[in-house]
């Protein structure tokens, strides 16, 4: 569950950060209050918005089971530990 959180984090605040390194790199100022309106933190923010919202798309549509799929969950087989899986089963629609 982590990886999912750190990845949305990551993606909020990537506008932040390169607009940070644009600053640096044009010796701009980073810490000055100047150099992050507010109109431009909004504008970051949307951008920021975006990019979570996009990948929460992305990851819906593209990854996980295949529709229809049909989820085993973790069990013992002879002694031993079988973790959870999913098995397509073609033609069948849930």
Same mark, same amino acid.
């Given at each position: 569950?982590?990886?999912?959180? /750190?990845?949305? #984090?990551?993606?909020? %605040? $990537?506008?932040? @950060? =390169?607009?940070?390194?644009?600053?640096? *790199?044009?010796?701009? !100022?980073?810490?000055?209050?100047?150099?992050?309106?507010?109109?431009? /933190?909004?504008? #970051?923010?949307?951008? %920021? $918005?975006?990019? @979570? =919202?996009?990948?929460?798309?992305?990851? *819906?549509?593209?990854? !996980?089971?295949?529709?229809?799929?049909?989820?085993?969950?973790?069990?013992?087989?002879?002694?031993?530990?079988?973790?959870?899986?999913?098995?397509?089963?073609?033609?069948?629609?849930?």
């Amino acid at each position: 569950m982590i990886r999912p959180v /750190l990845t949305e #984090l990551l993606l909020f %605040a $990537l506008p932040f @950060v =390169l607009y940070a390194v644009f600053l640096w *790199a044009t010796k701009a !100022g980073v810490m000055d209050v100047e150099s992050w309106p507010v109109s431009r /933190l909004v504008w #970051l923010a949307i951008v %920021a $918005l975006a990019l @979570v =919202l996009g990948s929460f798309i992305y990851f *819906a549509n593209y990854t !996980g089971a295949k529709p229809g799929a049909r989820y085993v969950p973790a069990h013992m087989e002879n002694g031993k530990f079988v973790p959870g899986r999913t098995i397509d089963e073609p033609g069948k629609t849930q």
